[in-house]
T-cell receptor
């Protein structure tokens, strides 16, 4: 069965900390995405990547960066965590350039205190 | 700018009912449309993907239709069960961007 795995289910961090969220997929997908989901705001795209070492800004990239050194792994980095980054973070992957079926991880609920 | 709307925002029905969830989009220039299910506090699970050249897709008790020209898709759930309770989201893949555009979802509750 296909799988997108996010390293942490729940995470609590302090303001100003550097935070790493890891995502690994086992489907050899080219495309990987990071979303955040907030009540009333829906899903918002932070960053995405079409290939190793490639990245594209989504709708809300400010305060975030990403790294894709290997095809199967896409990391989201919060350079200096702030309370307004408290959210559910969702990683996803797909194949092809036309957004074929999207597979999501189970999410990381991040709380920044 | 492509916008995706889902109506109703919430729905509560008794077990056994057949129901329809609606998704509308403003620009018909799309590659495909997907329906997802999300359980509370969890990630999204893709239910059905309809390519722009298709009219419908079926999986078990689920049937999704697509009318690209009118900018509408429906998700039909037959003989609903309490286990169908979840939030259902639709998303379109537009020609002019590499990003999926999501609706805000319909929260469904099926009570016994």
């Amino acid at each position: 069965d296909v799988k997108v795995t996010q390293s942490s289910r729940y995470l609590v961090k302090r303001t100003g900390e550097k935070v790493f969220l890891e995502c690994v997929q086992d489907m050899d997908h080219e495309n990987m995405f990071w979303y955040r989901q907030d009540p009333g705001l829906g899903l918002r795209l932070i960053y995405f990547s079409y290939d190793v070492k490639m990245k594209e800004k989504g709708d809300i990239p400010e305060g975030y960066s990403v790294s894709r050194e290997k095809k199967e792994r896409f990391s989201l980095i919060l350079e200096s965590a702030s309370t307004n980054q408290t959210s559910m973070y969702l990683c996803a992957s797909s194949s092809g350039r036309r957004n074929e079926k999207l597979f999501f991880g189970s999410g990381t609920q991040l709380s920044v205190l | 700018k492509q916008e995706v709307t889902q109506i109703p925002a919430a729905l509560s029905v008794p077990e056994g009912e057949n129901l329809v969830l609606n998704c509308s989009f403003t620009d018909s220039a799309i590659y495909n449309l997907q329906w997802f299910r999300q359980d509370p506090g969890k990630g999204l699970t893709s239910l059905l993907l309809i390519q722009s050249s298709q009219r419908e897709q079926t999986s078990g008790r689920l049937n999704a239709s697509l009318d690209k020209s009118s900018g509408r898709s429906t998700l039909y759930i037959a003989a609903s069960q309490p286990g169908d309770s979840a939030t259902y989201l639709c998303a379109v893949s537009p020609y002019n961007t590499d990003k999926l555009i999501f609706g805000t979802g319909t929260r469904l509750q099926v009570f016994p």
